[in-house]
């Protein structure tokens, strides 16, 4: 249900365009309208001008930026278009894996979002892994890769799936490259795109990396109302904007050009001790603080990579963002749990947000322009 606009504001304050804060203070919903007008003036300001986001003490955020269209390359692997047509051929390669029937593309479909659309995928021998496969559209941007964060750059990420036993499960990496040396074509690539038939894990590695930080996902009307086209967003589009910088706290977590912050949250959803059972980021550092945390995710293209969390647990936007509005689950440790320092402590960024369904589906509504 669109929302009509409150009555026109009074003569003294319409005279002069509110500023942000004071246009946001009109949009609670106390009744079931909004003053969309006030809130696309607040809007059409330049962003340092927008309204407050309502983001927690300590919190490190930055404003909403549209993605630059030059992802960061680190300086001992530059990009070239015979490395990113070398890479390309790779990960669409089933011959990297242990029997030749499952490529990086299998879990990564650019029709897909650069997902595949599974609450978690499946590799050798239809193994079903723990994980949903993250998109790699925006990986070229990210700090760290993987939902526990094990890898620090797509160098080091692309090689973990050729070797692990649920996915392309190779007994090592020597496997996979002896296949690769094997083809006479793969080494007159190499030679092009390194001035070396050389082949080896290293080579491989900087090939999909350098495939991947060629991706980016596709521009949407966000980055084109950033841009400054306001009529890509309609009124509760621009509504939704808004209660995701303000009233429904997403910028606690979802901020910036990229839309994360990079960091590991406990949502809640780790099932200590049950059937899906996953501790996720301690399960790399050792920490039990870290128990139960996951990586932030980018929401860009989001709306293209259901379903969603590092289980698939939700197969829709709406039911994700019901979650967030309810604070996410907070499950309590049995009598058996309680000395247990591996128990996940809730996020404090948590908190119930008595959103009204018009509000949730507004946020939806946006989010499905990023």
Same mark, same amino acid.
């Given at each position: 249900?669109?929302?009509?606009?409150?009555?026109?504001?009074?003569?003294?304050?319409?005279?002069?365009?509110?500023?942000?804060?004071?246009?946001?203070?009109?949009?609670?919903?106390?009744?079931?309208?909004?003053?969309?007008?006030?809130?696309?003036?607040?809007?059409?300001?330049?962003?340092?001008?927008?309204?407050?986001?309502?983001?927690?003490?300590?919190?490190?955020?930055?404003?909403?930026?549209?993605?630059?269209?030059?992802?960061?390359?680190?300086?001992?692997?530059?990009?070239?278009?015979?490395?990113?047509?070398?890479?390309?051929?790779?990960?669409?390669?089933?011959?990297?894996?242990?029997?030749?029937?499952?490529?990086?593309?299998?879990?990564?479909?650019?029709?897909?979002?650069?997902?595949?659309?599974?609450?978690?995928?499946?590799?050798?021998?239809?193994?079903?892994?723990?994980?949903?496969?993250?998109?790699?559209?925006?990986?070229?941007?990210?700090?760290?890769?993987?939902?526990?964060?094990?890898?620090?750059?797509?160098?080091?990420?692309?090689?973990?799936?050729?070797?692990?036993?649920?996915?392309?499960?190779?007994?090592?990496? +020597?496997?996979?490259?002896?296949?690769?040396?094997?083809?006479?074509?793969?080494?007159?690539?190499?030679?092009?795109?390194?001035?070396?038939?050389?082949?080896?894990?290293?080579?491989?590695?900087?090939?999909? +990396?350098?495939?991947?930080?060629?991706?980016?996902?596709?521009?949407?009307?966000?980055?084109?109302?950033?841009?400054?086209?306001?009529?890509?967003?309609?009124?509760?589009?621009?509504?939704?904007?808004?209660?995701?910088?303000?009233?429904?706290?997403?910028?606690?977590?979802?901020?910036?050009?990229?839309?994360?912050?990079?960091?590991?949250?406990?949502?809640?959803?780790?099932?200590?001790?049950?059937?899906?059972?996953?501790?996720?980021?301690?399960?790399?550092?050792?920490?039990?603080?870290?128990?139960?945390?996951?990586?932030?995710?980018?929401?860009?293209?989001?709306?293209?990579?259901?379903?969603?969390?590092?289980?698939?647990?939700?197969?829709?936007?709406?039911?994700?963002?019901? +979650?967030?509005? +309810?604070?996410?689950?907070?499950?309590?440790?049995?009598?058996?749990?309680?000395?247990?320092?591996?128990?996940?402590?809730?996020?404090?960024?948590?908190?119930?947000?008595?959103?009204?369904?018009?509000?949730?589906?507004?946020?939806?509504?946006?989010?499905?322009?990023?």
């Amino acid at each position: 249900m669109l929302l009509g606009a409150w009555a026109p504001v009074a003569a003294a304050e319409a005279a002069q365009p509110p500023g942000g804060d004071a246009c946001a203070d009109r949009q609670r919903i106390d009744g079931p309208l909004v003053d969309f007008a006030c809130l696309r003036r607040a809007y059409a300001q330049p962003s340092e001008r927008w309204p407050a986001p309502h983001v927690d003490p300590g919190v490190a955020w930055q404003e909403l930026a549209p993605l630059p269209r030059t992802p960061p390359t680190p300086t001992d692997n530059p990009s070239t278009p015979e490395r990113i047509a070398l890479g390309r051929r790779l990960f669409e390669d089933p011959r990297l894996s242990r029997s030749g029937q499952i490529a990086c593309a299998n879990c990564h479909d650019p029709q897909l979002g650069w997902a595949d659309g599974r609450s978690v995928s499946f590799g050798h021998d239809r193994q079903t892994g723990r994980r949903n496969a993250i998109s790699v559209a925006t990986s070229a941007w990210m700090r760290t890769l993987f939902w526990d964060g094990r890898a620090a750059s797509l160098e080091d990420q692309a090689l973990h799936p050729l070797v692990d036993g649920r996915e392309m499960a190779n007994r090592s990496l +020597a496997r996979a490259v002896r296949r690769v040396r094997r083809d006479p074509a793969y080494r007159a690539a190499f030679a092009t795109a390194y001035g070396s038939d050389r082949i080896d894990a290293q080579l491989i590695a900087r090939s999909l +990396a350098t495939f991947q930080r060629s991706l980016a996902p596709r521009t949407g009307r966000l980055d084109r109302f950033l841009a400054g086209h306001a009529d890509q967003l309609d009124d509760r589009q621009l509504w939704g904007l808004h209660l995701f910088r303000t009233k429904a706290r997403c910028m606690n977590c979802h901020s910036g050009a990229e839309m994360t912050d990079h960091g590991f949250h406990n949502l809640g959803l780790h099932f200590h001790g049950r059937r899906r059972h996953d501790l996720g980021r301690y399960e790399v550092t050792g920490d039990p603080a870290d128990a139960g945390k996951f990586r932030t995710p980018s929401l860009r293209g989001v709306a293209r990579t259901a379903p969603y969390m590092h289980n698939g647990l939700f197969p829709h936007l709406l039911g994700v963002v019901r +979650a967030y509005d +309810a604070g996410m689950p907070a499950p309590r440790p049995t009598p058996a749990q309680r000395d247990d320092p591996t128990f996940p402590r809730p996020d404090p960024l948590l908190r119930p947000l008595d959103l009204q369904r018009e509000e949730i589906e507004a946020i939806v509504d946006f989010l499905e322009q990023v």
